[in-house]
């Protein structure tokens, strides 16, 4: 290997005359040189001159090393047009290939046990910051990656001359955000303790030898926050620690997962991402081929291999699965997403519960050995415990709430998720992801309410009326209810159009205001503010003492107090369907907004849920394709969910809509972290519900043909759960976007902005896969 010292010699000459004057005819150029200024030492004057171009002299101190090397040639002759074109090929390649290997060879790095005082140790990294204290003293830091000691370089000199003062040149010729190799003496360690023992967190080393291993251009511009644009993701990556931090964690979140999956028994199957497009119920990508007429389809999900691998006998499945879904892209959806993908046969909904509920339980503990909290500017994420303190990043314990899960492997119980009902989430929280924390529940009062009012805000027959309480926090000024008052009604105007314009009446908010009449709530009459106070005492007095009148929704309305916020709302009297009513999007913007806007305190918990015994079908609506069938429903999950009970079954002929799935989700704060079912694994039911109840077509049903084999074969009984890793791993990082844990995210628009994918087809790749546009019509 190449000693650096050795090589270090080469560039350092005086400049010949020739520069000078083609360098006065070049500003541009000048200004480009200047930066060359402290590698030119006088030790050199008995080198050769070299002959600089003006293109020669674009680039860096290795170009001017490498056009003095290769000078001789031209001074002896003056060379034709066509050697001279020949001779700038092969000084350009020289150029490039001793640059290369001046980039290329350097020494490992020294390993953790070697950094003890007086040892001398290799550190590589990015130079990540240089003070230069006065003439003779430099501090450099190297940043060596999250979690790394933080290594700080010493560059001091005493003689003009003198090796140190020359490295000190070194140093200072380098350009920040350059990566680098640095040889030193360590001076001083500091360790922190950890899991893992006492690591070094900080350590000082005096410099004894620098190497660039690249360049960092001057056009890059990095301040302290900057902002890349998508293109610049790997720049987004390495200056942003939340961001880098987080895709650490994501990975040790998957190699957890994995672990304990693996110690419960359970085995990795990778199955193909080229599969075939079948009515599962998402829009699928498609992928041409280049035989006429024949498309894949790109998984929206494993399911179907995975129901196939049970009926070949693996009785754990899982899969750190990507998927894909041709969906409307929401904030917080990506067209290509990750699942924790597991099936388990001879197993019922509840057995896959209970393991889901180990695994998570597993990885929060984990998260609670390793990581701790990161504040940098106000942004919170988990680093590992023995991160160093740095100069901008604060440092908290945080914990994971890693005793809700249970085990029932190990038979202790700690304490279970708690278990809602579709029925129960919709009516209590108005949607079927319900957020805990929301302190405010949902009640029916269309029976307490006169007449009038309920027609005031509804021109619906008999509707439901839902209700809820909520009461914001005062801010602590002479302006009694005034602030909240104007928050709601901000809040008010800027609801979005579906709420503010719900063909079944717009939301309606009083505020109770001891000043005004019947207490700021007149639209609901003396009767209507009578019956409401008569209901919350009746709910007081049936609270058990002690218990918060959170245990009784209605009891709030014995406790109004001035800036309580009274909201209305119809809906149309029939079975829920689908994932939220009106109140229930309402009540979660509200309670988004009042948190941000100081009106209830952020509340840092994470409240976990299952909710299960969904309904087994949906109506149809525009967005989503469904089975494609006739019934004018779709299956809720997907058309391989088993329906709940035997009753379950009596309705699926009789009264389909009403029929129950041993479907399950399990929800935090608001956040589907993932779903699954029990699965319908007798072929002659599979068929029963494809062709009877969702009435799809023949070849609908034949493109299942597949898995209506692998049931009909003898296949055990089995249920399974995909985990939304991209979720999850956004859930724990403590952000609200997948965003902040995907490398390489796509944007709204489903758009890599980074490759700046998807590409335009060329009429060439038309006509290899067979396609053709529709021809445009004419007027
Ligand atoms: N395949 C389902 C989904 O992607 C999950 C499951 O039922 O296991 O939602």
Redesign the pocket.
């Known amino acids: 290997m190449k000693h650096w010292n050795d090589s270090r010699i080469s560039y350092r000459f005086v400049l010949p005359f020739e520069f000078y004057f083609q360098m006065a005819i070049s500003r541009v150029s000048l200004r480009r040189l200047s930066c060359l200024r402290p590698s030119i030492s006088r030790s050199c004057r008995n080198i050769n001159t070299p002959r600089i171009t003006q293109t020669q002299c674009l680039s860096s101190q290795t170009s001017l090393r490498l056009i003095h090397n290769s000078s001789r040639a031209h001074q002896a002759s003056k060379p034709k047009p066509a050697d001279q074109a020949q001779n700038k090929k092969a000084i350009i390649g020289q150029q490039l290939r001793e640059e290369w290997s001046r980039y290329n060879e350097f020494p490992q790095a020294s390993k953790l046990h070697d950094f003890q005082v007086g040892r001398r140790v290799t550190v590589h990294g990015f130079l990540s910051r240089k003070r230069v204290t006065s003439s003779k003293l430099v501090f450099a830091d190297i940043q060596v990656g999250n979690g790394g000691p933080t290594i700080q370089v010493v560059s001091q000199w005493e003689s003009e001359g003198s090796p140190e003062h020359i490295l000190n040149q070194e140093l200072r010729a380098i350009s920040l955000h350059s990566p680098v190799s640095v040889e030193g003496n360590v001076e001083s360690i500091e360790a922190s303790t950890s899991q893992l023992g006492d690591v070094p967190s900080h350590v000082s080393i005096q410099l004894n030898r620098i190497q660039p291993l690249n360049a960092f251009p001057k056009d890059i511009i990095v301040s302290k926050g900057v902002q890349f644009p998508p293109s610049a993701r790997h720049l987004q990556i390495r200056y942003s620690d939340p961001l880098r931090s987080r895709l650490l964690a994501r990975h040790k979140i998957g190699s957890h997962l994995r672990k304990s999956l693996d110690g419960l028994g359970f085995t990795e199957v990778e199955t193909p991402i080229l599969f075939k497009s079948t009515p599962?119920?998402?829009r699928e990508f498609l992928v041409p081929t280049r035989r006429s007429g024949l498309a894949y389809a790109l998984p929206?999900?494993?399911?179907q291999y995975?129901q196939i691998l049970m009926s070949s006998g693996i009785r754990g499945y899982y899969q750190l699965a990507r998927?894909f879904r041709d969906e409307d892209l929401r904030a917080d959806r990506q067209p290509e997403f990750t699942?924790l993908?597991?099936?388990m046969s001879f197993a019922t909904g509840k057995d896959v519960m209970a393991t889901v509920e180990t695994i998570v339980r597993d990885l929060l503990k984990a998260l609670n050995a390793e990581y701790r909290l990161a504040v940098k500017d106000g942004e919170l994420y988990p680093v590992p415990k023995n991160t160093p303190p740095s100069r901008d990043t604060e440092l908290y314990d945080m914990r994971w709430p890693d005793d809700q899960p249970y085990s029932p492997w190990s038979g202790e119980l700690l304490k279970e998720i708690p278990r809602y009902t579709y029925e129960e989430v919709m009516s209590r929280y108005g949607v079927d992801k319900p957020d805990l924390r929301i302190p405010f529940e949902i009640m029916q009062v269309q029976s307490l309410l006169p007449r009038s009012f309920v027609s005031m805000i509804s021109d619906i027959k008999d509707p439901i009326v839902d209700a809820f309480v909520f009461s914001p926090n005062h801010p602590d000024t002479d302006q009694g209810v005034k602030p909240a008052a104007e928050f709601m009604d901000k809040f008010m105007r800027n609801l979005p159009i579906a709420l503010a314009k719900n063909p079944d009446g717009a939301p309606v908010a009083l505020m109770f205001d001891s000043k005004k009449p019947l207490s700021g709530l007149s639209p609901l009459g003396f009767d209507g503010v009578d019956a409401l106070m008569a209901a919350g005492e009746a709910a007081e007095k049936n609270l058990v003492e002690g218990e918060s009148v959170e245990k009784n929704p209605f009891a709030k309305f014995a406790n109004l107090e001035d800036g309580d916020v009274l909201v209305f709302q119809a809906r149309q009297n029939k079975p829920f369907e689908g994932g939220s009513t009106a109140l229930g999007t309402f009540r979660t913007l509200l309670y988004q907004e009042a948190v941000s806007a100081g009106f209830l305190s952020d509340n840092p918990e994470f409240r976990f849920l299952w909710v299960v015994d969904f309904p087994m079908f949906t109506p149809d609506n525009e967005t989503d394709p469904g089975q494609g069938g006739q019934a004018g429903f779709s299956a809720t999950?997907?058309p391989?969910?088993a329906p709940l009970t035997d009753a379950d079954v009596e309705l699926l002929a009789t009264d389909p809509l009403k029929a129950r799935a041993d479907?399950y989700d399990l929800v935090v704060n608001g956040v589907e972290l993932?779903?699954?079912?029990r699965?319908i694994h007798v072929a002659k039911m599979q068929e029963y519900v494809m062709r009877e109840i969702l009435k799809m077509t023949d070849k609908g049903v034949a493109e299942f043909s597949h898995l209506l084999e692998a049931l009909r074969a003898g296949c055990p009984p089995h249920?399974?759960?995909?985990l939304?890793f991209d979720r999850l791993c956004a859930v724990l990082t403590l952000t609200n976007s997948v965003r902040d844990v995907i490398a390489f995210p796509k944007s709204m628009k489903g758009e890599d902005l980074t490759v700046k994918s998807p590409g335009k087809i060329t009429s060439e790749q038309l006509e290899t896969y067979h396609l053709a546009f529709p021809s445009k019509k004419k007027n």
Not at 719 to 722: E, K, L, T, V
């Open positions: 599962e119920g998402a929206q999900s494993p399911q995975k998927c699942q993908d597991l099936e999950h997907h391989f969910t479907h993932g779903g699954g079912s699965r249920a399974g759960f995909a939304g």
